[in-house]
């Protein structure tokens, strides 16, 4: 068995979950006739708002597991994004580039916005945009994750 496996089986399971996101999204997006109703939109904003949340767990995870800390205070969130994208010395390569995390902040930022505002104060063109290339940095993410995978499986056999 190997130091990591556990958090292998975690970060596959998101993956699934990432997957199945991006699914659901497209089914969305094919019954959309035009700008979406009320309850499209928060549907929409709740796929967005799920994608970065699912993509978090596995940051937390690394974090923890690999790291050996979660960052603190009020912005640990905004952290542990950038954390992902540097080498821990001693420990782990990034787990992303600094180009799939500036894109990822804007993930990051809209699930601040949806937890923070009522449903009906969603605006369709900001869930649009995100919405647009959601499958597109989902591969990225995906693939860029893989690679950190191949990494952990190295060094923990």
């Not at 130091?3 to 979950?17: P, Q």
């Not at 094919?30 to 767990?57: C, M, Q």
Request: proline share 3%.
């Amino acid at each position: 068995m190997g130091k990591f496996d556990a958090l292998l089986a975690d970060i596959n399971i998101e993956k699934r979950h990432n997957t199945d996101l991006c699914k659901e999204l497209n089914q969305l997006q094919n019954e959309l006739k035009g700008k979406p109703s009320f309850s499209e939109l928060r549907a929409v904003g709740s796929i967005l708002h799920d994608f970065y949340t699912g993509i978090e767990k596995i940051f937390e995870r690394i974090a923890l597991v690999v790291d050996g800390d979660l960052p603190k205070g009020e912005d640990w969130h905004i952290q542990l994004l950038r954390r992902m994208t540097v080498s821990v010395p001693d420990r782990r390569p990034p787990v992303l580039t600094v180009d799939l995390g500036e894109v990822l902040s804007e993930y990051l930022s809209f699930r601040h916005l949806f937890r923070n505002i009522y449903g009906f104060e969603l605006k369709w063109e900001r869930c649009q945009e995100l919405a647009m290339k959601l499958r597109a940095v989902s591969e990225k993410f995906i693939f860029q994750l893989e690679e950190f995978e191949k990494f952990l499986s190295e060094i923990g056999s």
